[in-house]
């Protein structure tokens, strides 16, 4: 029977693996850009001081392994299933073993939000781990000594129970998924212990048979609800937006021939890929459009959505802008954290225009990451060297696409913005396209014939 509980064990904990490296790994990339989990002790210490500070510090921890998908995958499993495990140490189950798998399943409900934080995760295992180790001491006066001090500790680690700690990064939501969750983890075993007790398919054969069903039964029904529950059309968002983030154009082409995207960001990094590629105006209409909203749309207040436009800023030249636009962002998060991404493309935009001081703030604060600090090190020897900035393919290339004069910008798309870009450098063949995109899509021939006659020279 133990062999066969390690083996269902093993089955879930591989089904959560496939589920979010297969099914979800851009919401796990979602994760990883909203925050910036430095090896500082500062940084440390403003995150434990506080209730719960224990289980946000591990959540944010393995967040940034996020970055790789397969991993993060691998790190939920593993949480998930050591729920389970632990679920399954408090109490006899018998043929309620099924039951053991329910707050690992919930907590994989709760994790199909692109805004819950794995800090939850955490504080129910740290949890159990309390709850585990208090059954272990014989009942009696040592117990009750133990408990003492536990309890006051555990509230530091995990934070009040119905309070609402850093478990979800919208700090009005209250989480109810991970609260039902916690309370089936305590209620389940009790309840385990009750129904077990005494007769209860005494038959080893019967009771073999209904534990199996039973296992059957609840991953059946949670499979279902988790199926059901899983947003994959944000996941297909969050897919262009990593894409346009690791400049994957040919990437992008491919997956819009398979599907057409039908939502703003969708259309932005569409429209950004094939400018990049050349085939912007000449397949403008092959592929769903928004008006000149899908060129550049305007810019919004969430956290989310402005980011694929900044990077179709970045990547036409409008430095500043996008600078702008990325800082904006990164200050909607909602829980306050700032953002890795944000920190990089910040100090490279802060490079490019020649702010040497304000891009060695950035680049020094991701020298404290794990997965930012080699690429960190190596712009830090670009700061103040013009010659070697100048002669980087892609630093060179955007400083002399970039404005030559700042400019009053507008947050809606306008020709006069594109013009001042491309007659800055002609050169500019991203701003080429997406003017003459501009003038097709506003239907201002006159200007569309013009402006290609003067850069093929007829």
């Known amino acids: 029977m133990k062999y066969l509980h390690i083996l269902y064990t093993s089955l879930f904990g591989v089904a959560v693996l496939l589920f979010f490296g297969l099914a979800y790994p851009h919401h796990l990339h979602y994760q990883e850009q909203f925050q910036l989990f430095l090896f500082d002790s500062d940084y440390a210490w403003e995150i434990v001081k506080r209730p719960g500070g224990i289980a946000d510090l591990l959540g944010r921890f393995c967040t940034q392994?996020?970055?790789?998908?397969?991993?993060g995958a691998f790190i939920i499993a593993l949480?998930?299933?050591?729920?389970?495990?632990?679920?399954?140490q408090l109490a006899r189950w018998g043929w309620l073993y099924g039951f053991s798998f329910v707050p690992s399943f919930l907590l994989w409900l709760f994790l199909l939000d692109e805004n819950a934080l794995l800090g939850g995760v955490w504080a129910v295992l740290l949890t159990l781990l309390a709850a585990w180790a208090m059954i272990q001491i014989p009942a009696g006066k040592t117990r009750w000594m133990t408990l003492a001090v536990v309890v006051p500790l555990l509230y530091w680690m995990v934070g009040p129970a119905w309070g609402g700690s850093h478990y979800h990064r919208y700090p009005?939501?209250?989480?109810?998924?991970?609260?039902?969750?916690?309370?089936?983890?305590?209620?389940?075993?009790?309840l385990a212990r009750f129904m077990v007790h005494g007769s209860w398919f005494t038959v080893q054969g019967a009771r073999f048979r209904v534990q199996v069903l039973l296992f059957l039964l609840v991953a059946g029904?949670?499979?279902t609800f988790i199926w059901k529950s899983s947003n994959f059309k944000a996941e297909k968002v969050m897919q262009y937006d990593f894409m346009a983030r690791h400049q994957q154009w040919n990437r992008i082409l491919s997956t819009i021939d398979q599907e057409r995207p039908n939502n703003q960001i969708g259309v932005t990094v569409q429209n950004l890929a094939l400018a990049k590629n050349g085939f912007l105006v000449n397949h403008l209409f092959d592929y769903n459009q928004n008006g000149v909203a899908g060129l550049l749309p305007d810019v919004g207040t969430d956290a989310t959505s402005p980011l694929p436009v900044a990077e179709a800023f970045y990547q036409l030249g409008m430095i500043r802008v996008a600078q702008r636009t990325f800082f904006e962002a990164q200050e909607a998060i909602m829980d306050y954290q700032k953002s890795g991404r944000c920190y990089k493309r910040l100090a490279q935009t802060y490079l490019i225009l020649g702010?040497?001081?304000?891009?060695?703030?950035?680049?020094?604060?991701?020298?404290?990451?794990?997965?930012?600090?080699?690429?960190?090190?190596?712009?830090?020897?670009?700061?103040?060297n013009e010659k070697a900035i100048d002669q980087h393919p892609e630093y060179g290339h955007l400083r002399k696409m970039n404005f030559h004069d700042d400019f009053l910008f507008s947050s809606h798309l306008t020709a006069e913005m594109l013009e001042k870009l491309f007659k800055g450098n002609t050169e500019n063949r991203l701003a080429f396209e997406y003017l003459l995109a501009f003038y097709v899509l506003t239907g201002d021939r006159e200007n569309y014939v013009k402006l290609l006659q003067k850069f093929t020279g007829q």
Request: proline share 3%; hydrophobic share 60%; charged share 15%.
């Open 65 to 71: 392994f996020f970055l790789y998908a397969w991993v």
């Open 221 to 223: 029904v949670m499979g």
């Open 172 to 190: 009005t939501v209250f989480p109810t998924l991970l609260y039902v969750a916690w309370l089936s983890a305590i209620v389940l075993p009790l």
């Open 355 to 384: 702010d040497y001081d304000v891009a060695r703030k950035y680049l020094m604060a991701l020298q404290k990451t794990l997965f930012y600090r080699e690429w960190a090190d190596e712009t830090l020897l670009l700061l103040g």
């Open 79 to 88: 949480l998930l299933s050591a729920v389970q495990l632990l679920v399954l």
